[in-house]
């Protein structure tokens, strides 16, 4: 016997990116404004002043990216019951990637799916994590291991959250501009080659190439099926590099920067990348004053971590290798000892 349920159709998740001053908004619902302390002490008085609500509520969590956990998520929820919130209520995200991946999948969950806006502060955040629908959290076993797909209603750029960013969050959010640009877009990567992005204007052409390119990877692949796991360039390294610190050295666009490097070698080790190109990024990232080597300290534990990676299945591990600059090629085909080549050239201490 068996019992069909017929669940085919098509769910319109569209929306819009609006990169300018934040306009006037207001909801006809409880809504609740999801932050941290730095962001609440710098901006959110300059929120407060463009929004209204039926009910408006503050929930606050520490900052930093060790509190990106379960403990932080339940602190959003029973905060959300407590309020009586219901499936017409809407959250708002409002600080850099890791308000904005937390909120979300609060959202996600809570009453199995509530709307919620993005309002991202910081460049990293306005250029990537806040595009696109993934949410989640950290556990033990590594980054964004626990999360789901879950599209805002609108995101709201402005520069003007970025006015205070120190310049380490700034180049943070710069290495994962880069990133498009080397992995889908040559024009684009010239640009920044060129680029005073301390110039408003500038910045703001450079924000909006590299949500148009993000928009047209997501709008092709929505769960990461294909194309969309190619923006993890450099990240199955860097993810690595960031669970050995404890989230705590490395802001995640640095860890991703030197996750780049390492990928670009491992490109021109398979002939698909030649140095020139490989040396060109580099420089780049060091332009903006990131980090560009990592000390390895024990080769066998740092390569039995990428099979934490989303990416990877069974015993295969998939990377995000670059082809010149402007295509990129994922491959699960990466021998042990062509990985632990590219290893030992960052410094290994094999002993």
Known sequence: MQVNIPLVKTIDNSYNIIIDTLAKMHYDAKVAIITNPKVSGLHLGYLLSKI???ELYIITVPDGEEYKNQASIDLVLESLFNHRFNRKSILIAFGGGVIGDMTGYAASIYQRGIEFIQIPTTLLSQVDASVGGKTGMNNSYGKN???????PQAVYIDSHFLTTLPSREFGAGFAEMLKMAVTFDK????FLLEADLSDTRVLDEAIKQAVQTKAMVVSKDE???GIRAALNYG???GHVIENETNYKTYLHGEAVAIGMVMANELSVQMGLMNEKEAFSIKKLLEKYSLPT???????ESFYDAFFLDKKSSDNAITFIIPKSIGGVQMTDKCSKELLFSVL???????A
């Not at 291991?145 to 599209?151: N, T």
């Not at 030992?344 to 094999?350: L, T």
Request: net charge positive; glycine share 6%; aromatic share 18%.
């Open 344 to 350: 030992r050239k960052f410094g290994v201490d094999d």
């Open 293 to 299: 080597n990592y000390k390895i300290v024990n080769l």
């Open 187 to 190: 024009e684009f990567f010239h």
């Open 223 to 225: 769960k990461e099926h």
């Open 52 to 54: 209204s609500a039926k």
């Open 145 to 151: 291991l626990i999360g789901a797909f879950h599209q």
């Open 235 to 237: 990240h199955t390294f």
